[in-house]
């Protein structure tokens, strides 16, 4: 069994864990994980991740709006991610971003959204998780107006070539399931040149689930086979990466555990 894993991004306020979630967080830690991330994507799940560090000792989250909801803001939503941020557990902003897949808000509105939480991020000087689907171009632009600014790009799909030019911005990269499905030869490649010491593990669970569980709601011990997966493309030893990925959440996001 691997021991010390960090979720590095995770929704626990989800529904789709309403009829079980405390039995399931409790049984966290007999099956080696050992501290959970819970990201937000819009105001009421900022609060409600918010309330998941409070009952768990192991929790820290994010705060922030989803560029799926960023069309729903309400004029003080800035203000209240400041506010919300001030709470030590409250670890970073996001996850924000640009989704040009699903399109739920005007594009105008979603950079303008992410644009104004990235300089939130600045002022503060909190790390940012970052949501990019189909929006690489615009995310890059973004980001690279903010050099201060550092985070990881969740979830992390894109070309080994958009992984080298996060690194030199600073960035980590977040690996889920993805990693094992038979169709993500792009995503393994991308892999192959993250270096050891910027690279997280995350499950984005419910969502996510890797192979053999895929359609299965994903679950945060479910991260041992994406940590399989990544050692077996990285040649070093589960154990390692999984060891090298907490060290790796805890440095960025200024997690003691």
């Keep these: 069994m691997l021991n010390g894993i960090f979720d590095s991004h995770a929704h626990y306020d989800s529904e ?8 399931l967080i409790d049984s966290f830690a007999a099956q080696g994980v ?68 699903y399109d739920f808000s005007p594009r105008p509105i979603q950079r ?59 960035y980590y990269i977040g690996f889920t399931g993805v990693v094992t499905f038979n169709n993500a030869k792009k995503v393994a490649r991308a892999a192959q040149v993250v270096p050891l010491d910027r690279l997280l593990l995350e499950t984005d669970c419910p969502y996510m689930a890797p192979v053999p569980l895929r359609g299965k709601r994903c679950e945060s011990p479910m991260i041992v086979y994406t940590a399989e997966k990544l050692a077996q493309i990285k040649g070093v030893d589960a154990q390692q990466l999984v060891d090298a990925a907490r060290e790796n959440t805890c440095r960025l996001f200024g997690i003691s555990l």
Excluded at 16 to 23: K, S
Excluded at 53 to 81: L, S
């Design 16 to 23: 789709d864990f309403d009829p079980d979630r405390e039995e």
């Design 112 to 170: 303008r959204v992410f644009e104004r939480q990235m300089k939130l991020a600045q002022q503060l000087g909190k790390p940012v998780i970052i949501h990019s689907r189909e929006a690489t171009e615009d995310t890059l632009e973004i980001l690279q107006k903010f050099p201060s600014v550092t985070g990881v790009v969740h979830c992390f799909s894109g070309s080994a070539e958009t992984a080298e030019v996060l690194l030199k911005l600073g």
């Design 34 to 101: 050992v501290a959970v991330l819970n990201a937000s994507s819009d105001i009421p799940s900022s609060r409600a991740s918010m309330a998941l560090t409070e009952r768990y000792p192991f929790f820290w989250c994010g705060v922030g709006v989803h560029p799926h909801e960023a069309a729903e803001v309400d004029g003080d939503y800035i203000d209240q991610i400041e506010q919300m941020c001030a709470q030590p557990k409250v670890v970073a902003i996001g996850e924000i971003g640009l989704d040009y897949h």
